[in-house]
C-alpha cells in the first residue's frame, strides 16, 4: 500500500480531547476504500481517554450552559461558516476516507452544514409555558435546559453529516460532547473538530475520541453517570446492545439504526420518476445509507416496464473511485460489505430471482461491485429480509394495494419507505397505513435538516433534525410557585 497522503490543511491526525491535540501511545491506520492506500495515521486511545474526554466535558458543562444562546449560536454560525468556506477540502477527505464521489461528499458538506445552522437558530426558540393555574396560590411554569454531557457514536457512511446532526443540536441546547466517530472514517471528525477550535468553541466543549477499541470506549461512554444522553447512529445489534448498556445509569436515548426500506411501485405511478427516484433511493452512496431503498415492489402491470428501464440506468452507472472525473458509484467501504451483497445475490438466485444488470464483483476489482439488479425476488429471499447496504436492487412482484402495505410492512425495520402513486386517495391510505418514520411518496430524496429523521418499530428511537432535533438533548423542568 502507498502512502498517499492527503494534501490537506485540515488534516488531522491527533485526536482532540479538552481543546488539546493527543497522539496517544498508538496510532490506527486509515485507508482509501478504493485503492487500499495508507490515507493517515490516527491517535489510538480506549477508556481511560474516553474517561478524560467525559470529565473535560462535564468540567465545560456550566460554561458553556451559563452563556446565552445566542452566544452559543454565534459560535456555532461560525463554525458553519468555515466548513462552508473549506467545503471542497472536507469534500475531499469524505471522498478519500469514505469513497462516495465528489458530487456526493461536496452535498454531504453542505447537508452536514445546514444542520448547525438550523440548530443554532433552533436554540434561539427553546420556549418554555406558562400552565394555567389550578390553585390561586400557586403559578406553574417549565423551563427547558439541556440533558448535560452527551455521548456521541457515529458510523462511517457519512463522515461528515452524521455528526453534525447530533452534536448541533446538543451544542445548541446547552449540552457538551464526547463524540467517538467510526474507526474506518476517523478524518472528515477530526477536520470538523479543528474548525470547531478556529471558531472559538471552548476546550471541553466538543470532544473526538478516535479509536479502534469500540467496545472499550462505548463501554465507558455508557456506563459513566457523568454522562446523561446517548445519540448513536450505526447497526441495530450495536444499539441494542449500548441500550442495554445505559439502563444502569438510566441514559436519554437517541438511536437510529438500521432500517430495510421498501419502495413501491403502483400501477398508476409515473415511470421516469419512479426509475429516477429509485436511482436516488438505492444507489446513492453506492446503496450505502440506512434510508436506502432496499426492497422495490413493484405491481404487476408496471413491473416489466420499470424493471426494463431501472436495469438500463443502473448499467449506465459509472464505477470507480472518486479520483476519476464522472464516477458516480464508488467502492464498498469493506470486503465485508461486498461478499455481503454477493451473499444475498447467491441466495436470490439459487431461489430463482434472475439478474437483469450487474451481479458481480466489477472489474476495477478491491471493493467496487457492479450496481445489480435483480428481478422475480421473493419475500423469502434473504434479500428482502435483511438491509443489503449495498448496490443492489431486488423487484418484488405484487399484485395490489394490501399486499403491497402488507410486504412493506412485514419485518421489524421501519425507517424509511417510498412509493409511487399518482391517485391521491391512494397516496393518503398509504402513508398513513404503511410502517415507517419517514415516507417519500413520489420523492426518493426526503432528507433535510428542517424535517425530523428516525425510525419506529426496531428501526430506533427519537428524531435527529427539526423542531424534534433539540428535544432529544433537552429536559423540561416545571416549577411550582407557591405562597402567592
Ligand atoms: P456499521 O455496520 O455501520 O459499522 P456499527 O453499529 O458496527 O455499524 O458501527 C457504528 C458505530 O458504532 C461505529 O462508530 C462503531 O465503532 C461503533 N461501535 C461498534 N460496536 C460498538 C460497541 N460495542 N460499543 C460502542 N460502539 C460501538
Redesign the pocket.
Known amino acids: 500500500n502507498s502512502h498517499s497522503r492527503p494534501s490537506a490543511s485540515l488534516l488531522r491526525e491527533q485526536a482532540y480531547i479538552n481543546g488539546q491535540w493527543l497522539s496517544g501511545a498508538q496510532q490506527f491506520a486509515v485507508h482509501n476504500p478504493a485503492s487500499g492506500a495508507l490515507l493517515a495515521r490516527v491517535a489510538d486511545l480506549g477508556a481511560a481517554e474516553t474517561c478524560a474526554a467525559i470529565q473535560a466535558a462535564h468540567a465545560a458543562l456550566p460554561g458553556w450552559r451559563a452563556l446565552t444562546a445566542q452566544q452559543r449560536a454565534a459560535m456555532l454560525l461560525r463554525w458553519h461558516a468555515l466548513i462552508l468556506q473549506h467545503q471542497q477540502e472536507l469534500a475531499a477527505l469524505i471522498s478519500q476516507e469514505q469513497g462516495k464521489p465528489p458530487a456526493e461528499s461536496t452535498g454531504e458538506i453542505a447537508y452536514g452544514a445546514s444542520y448547525i445552522e438550523w440548530f443554532a437558530e433552533e436554540g434561539k426558540r427553546v420556549y418554555g409555558e406558562v400552565i394555567p393555574s389550578p390553585f390561586s396560590d400557586k403559578r406553574l411554569l417549565t423551563v427547558r435546559q439541556g440533558v448535560g454531557v452527551v455521548a456521541a ?5 457519512f463522515p461528515h453529516a452524521m455528526i453534525t446532526r447530533k452534536v448541533a443540536p446538543a451544542l445548541a441546547a446547552g449540552c457538551t460532547v464526547v463524540l ?5 472514517t476517523p478524518l472528515s471528525a477530526l477536520a470538523l473538530a479543528a474548525l470547531a477550535e478556529q471558531a472559538g468553541l471552548p476546550p471541553g466543549v466538543f470532544n473526538v475520541v478516535t479509536g479502534t477499541d ?2 472499550g ?3 465507558e ?2 456506563g459513566s453517570p457523568l454522562v446523561r444522553a446517548l445519540s ?4 441495530t ?3 441494542k ?2 441500550m442495554r ?1 445505559c439502563a444502569d445509569t438510566l441514559k436519554k436515548l437517541g438511536l437510529e439504526l438500521g432500517g430495510n426500506a421498501p419502495f413501491i411501485v403502483f400501477d398508476d405511478a409515473d415511470l421516469d420518476a419512479a426509475v429516477q427516484g429509485a436511482l436516488f433511493a438505492k444507489f446513492r452512496n453506492s446503496g450505502q445509507t440506512c434510508v436506502c431503498a432496499n426492497r422495490l415492489l413493484v405491481q404487476d402491470g408496471i413491473y416489466d416496464a420499470f424493471a426494463a428501464k431501472l436495469a438500463a440506468a443502473v448499467a449506465a452507472l459509472q464505477v470507480g473511485p472518486a479520483s476519476e472525473p464522472g464516477m458516480q458509484q464508488g467502492p464498498l467501504i469493506s470486503q465485508a460489505a461486498v461478499a455481503k451483497v454477493q451473499r444475498h445475490i447467491a441466495n436470490a438466485v439459487s431461489l430463482g430471482a434472475r439478474v437483469l444488470s450487474g451481479g458481480a464483483p466489477h472489474a476495477r476489482g478491491g471493493n467496487f461491485f457492479q450496481p445489480t439488479v435483480l428481478a422475480d425476488v421473493t419475500e423469502q429471499m434473504q434479500v428482502a429480509q435483511e438491509e443489503t ?1 449495498g448496490p443492489l436492487a431486488p423487484l418484488i412482484r405484487f399484485h395490489d394495494e394490501a399486499e403491497a402495505i402488507r410486504l412493506a410492512n412485514s419485518g421489524e425495520s421501519g425507517l424509511a419507505a417510498y412509493f409511487f402513486s399518482r391517485d391521491v386517495s391512494r397516496c393518503w391510505r398509504v402513508a398513513e397505513a404503511i410502517e415507517a418514520g419517514m415516507v417519500g411518496i413520489n420523492e426518493g430524496a426526503i432528507s433535510t435538516a428542517v424535517a425530523p429523521f428516525g425510525g419506529i418499530k426496531q428501526s430506533g428511537l427519537g428524531r435527529e433534525g427539526g423542531r424534534l432535533g433539540l428535544e432529544e438533548f433537552m429536559e423540561t423542568k416545571y416549577l411550582c410557585f407557591g405562597g402567592i
Open positions: 457514536i457515529t458510523p462511517w457512511n467517538k466517530p467510526a474507526a474506518e469500540a467496545v470506549i462505548g463501554a461512554l455508557t448513536f447512529t450505526g447497526s445489534a450495536v444499539g446492545l449500548l448498556q447496504f
